[in-house]
């Protein structure tokens, strides 16, 4: 099988919310078949390339997923198996994404702001930083405006990554920020957001150091600013 149709194969896989073959899928005619766990390994053993897997086929599935969610096709729980989908594939990649034994490059703190549970990002942000030599230090989903600058003041990360999938959750950004300031300790961290609905509009007005639109540009940035 090419890569091409493997990446493929496994967007579908996601979309159709199946982690392994024992999934049924949505649709009929995927019993049985390799699902995205064993399509993930496969390709791994193919030494297919791991970006496009994660862009192609990981994000690129999930996105529509979004979609069918937002036209009413799917509902929460179709979502939630292919977010599982995604989440055991990054599993999978993680320890390919991790280069053992470099030595750290700096300290990156990464939350999900308050309000929001969306983490599958976030996750793939972190995954794909600690592979690039940082320190990461994951606060997990929902992190309270406060709890974030405790952990800058107690922490001193280098870098705070701060993801929202949600327009209601983007607003505690510039809460986070406006803190920062108040405590004194804005300048000795650069910002970074990211999450559907940010833009680089938004990363200024708030006044974040920078807007990634994916996990890449999180590590062009830090490897650029470390
Ligand atoms: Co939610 N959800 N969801 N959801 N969900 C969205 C975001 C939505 C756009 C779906 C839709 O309507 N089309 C919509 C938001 C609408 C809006 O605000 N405008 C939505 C909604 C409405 C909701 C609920 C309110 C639904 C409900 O309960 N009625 C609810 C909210 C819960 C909450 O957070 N309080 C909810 C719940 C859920 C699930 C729990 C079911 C599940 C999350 C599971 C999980 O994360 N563990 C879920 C999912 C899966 C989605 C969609 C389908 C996929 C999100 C995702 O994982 N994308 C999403 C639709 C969509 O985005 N197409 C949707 C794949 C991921 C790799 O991309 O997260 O964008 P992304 O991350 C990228 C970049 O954005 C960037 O890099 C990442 C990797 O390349 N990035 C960063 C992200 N964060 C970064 C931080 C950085 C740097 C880069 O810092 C350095």
Redesign the pocket.
């Known amino acids: 099988m090419d890569s091409t149709t493997l990446i493929d194969d496994i967007k579908t896989n996601v979309i159709q919310g199946r982690v392994t073959s024992d999934d049924e899928g949505f649709d009929e005619g995927f019993e049985g078949k390799p699902a995205t766990v064993e399509l993930v390994e496969k390709a791994l053993e193919e030494g297919v390339d791991i970006k496009a897997l ?2 192609d086929g ?2 690129g599935g ?2 529509i ?3 069918r ?2 036209t009413g096709v799917y509902l ?1 729980p179709d ?2 198996a ?2 599982e989908a ?2 055991q594939a990054m599993d999978i990649l993680s320890p390919h994404l991790e280069s053992a034994g470099v030595e750290s490059k700096g300290k990156f703190l ?1 939350v ?1 702001v308050k ?8 996750n ?2 972190s995954i794909m930083l600690k592979g690039a030599g940082f320190k990461i230090v994951d606060m997990g ?2 992190v309270a405006t406060d709890k974030i600058i405790e952990a800058v003041e107690t922490h001193k990360p280098d ?1 705070l ?9 983007m607003r505690e950004m510039p809460n986070v920020i406006d803190g920062l300031k108040s405590r004194g300790l804005r300048d000795n961290v650069k910002v ?7 833009s680089p509009e938004f990363t200024e007005k708030i006044g974040a150091d920078v807007h ?7 590590v062009d940035y830090t490897n650029a600013n470390a």
């Open positions: 994660i862009v990981l994000t999930m996105n997923v979004g979609e969610f937002e929460i979502m939630l292919a977010a995604v989440g990464i999900t309000g929001d549970l969306h983490d599958i990002g976030k793939i942000v989903t929902d870098f990554g701060m993801s929202a999938l949600l327009t209601t959750t970074l957001i990211g999450g559907a609905p940010t990634c639109a994916d996990a890449f540009q999180a």
